[in-house]
Each structure stands twice: as C-alpha cells, then as structure tokens.
C-alpha cells in the first residue's frame, strides 16, 4: 500500500484553478482530472475567492493603512533610542 503525499500548491496554481471553476467552461470533474486535485478542494477554492475577491481592488485602502502603521513605529523606534540613550549616559556615570 503506498503513502499518499501531501501536495502543496502555489497561489498562483489555486487562483488558476479556482478561476476555471468559475468561468464554468469544464465541470468540476473535468479540472480535477486536468489538474490532479480532489473536487473538494477545488469547491474550497472557489468559495474563498467568491468570499474574498472582492478585496483584490482594495490594495490602495491597505496601502495607506500600512504607511500609517510603519510611520508609527517608526516614531516609536526613535523614542525609544533617545530614552535608550539617555538612560546609558545617566547610569553610565
């Protein structure tokens, strides 16, 4: 009896997969013979992008909020350099 292996697929592979399942042009059956996957999968991978698609188009709204994020630390990072050095020329005497 052979062990069965685990396959981990790539982004790009499961976003190719997934979108063929949506444009409906092959059944379900067909991509998994195509590509190798069980038709669970494949559902699995259909329902995230029907779920999350949508967020695909909002990279700008993230875009900001990172460049807040890391001005922020970064403001925190300065602070705690001059409190750092501060502190080792006062305990240093």
Do not use: P
């Not at 592979?13 to 379900?28: H, N, S, W």
């Amino acid at each position: 009896m052979q062990k069965q292996i685990r396959k981990n697929h790539g982004d790009k592979f499961k976003f190719k997969v997934a979108l063929e399942a949506l444009r409906g042009e092959k059944t379900i059956a067909e991509l998994c013979q195509q590509y190798g996957v069980v038709s669970s999968q494949i559902y699995a991978w259909k329902k995230q992008i029907e779920k999350h698609g949508g967020s695909i188009f909002s990279d700008k709204r993230n875009k900001n909020n990172r460049d807040a994020s890391i001005d922020e630390l970064h403001t925190t990072i300065g602070r705690l350099k001059v409190e750092n050095d501060f502190l080792s020329r006062v305990l240093g005497r």
